[in-house]
């Protein structure tokens, strides 16, 4: 069975860090490349960074560039999202997703999603 399994979330103020995972099952997160997502209340699901399959190569949204930081651990199936510096501009649902078979990008369509988890960020 297929799943992709958030968690990490929470309430932070602002200028904190969370470290959001997102473990896998019935499927190796080497294999295929990965995604952060995130939407916020009122606005529309955007990018927030990619790791490709095998390489690794990583890609950020502008908005969290040198602030977060993608990566995988293949000994537990999982890829996690540090956040470090969080604005309150950073609240909203965060979702992993799967990209197609083969794929090296996030930004064509992702095949399989988490069920989110909420990262609120204020004093």
């Known amino acids: 069975q297929l799943l992709l399994v958030e968690s990490g979330g929470g309430l932070v103020q602002p200028g904190g860090s969370l470290r959001l995972s997102c473990a896998a099952s019935g499927f190796n997160v080497d294999d295929y490349t990965i995604g952060w997502f995130r939407q916020a209340p009122g606005k529309e699901r955007e990018g927030v960074s990619c790791?490709?399959?095998?390489?690794?190569?990583?890609e950020y949204a502008d908005s969290v560039k040198g602030r977060f930081t993608i990566s995988r651990d293949n000994t537990k199936n999982t890829v996690f999202l540090q956040m470090n510096s969080l604005k309150s501009e950073d609240t909203a649902t965060y979702y992993c997703?799967?990209?197609?078979?083969?794929?090296?990008?996030?930004?064509?369509?992702?095949?399989?999603w988490g069920q989110g988890t909420l990262v609120t960020v204020s004093s």
């Open positions: 790791i490709s399959r095998k390489r690794g190569g990583t």
């Open positions: 997703a799967r990209a197609p078979a083969g794929w090296h990008s996030c930004s064509y369509g992702m095949d399989f």
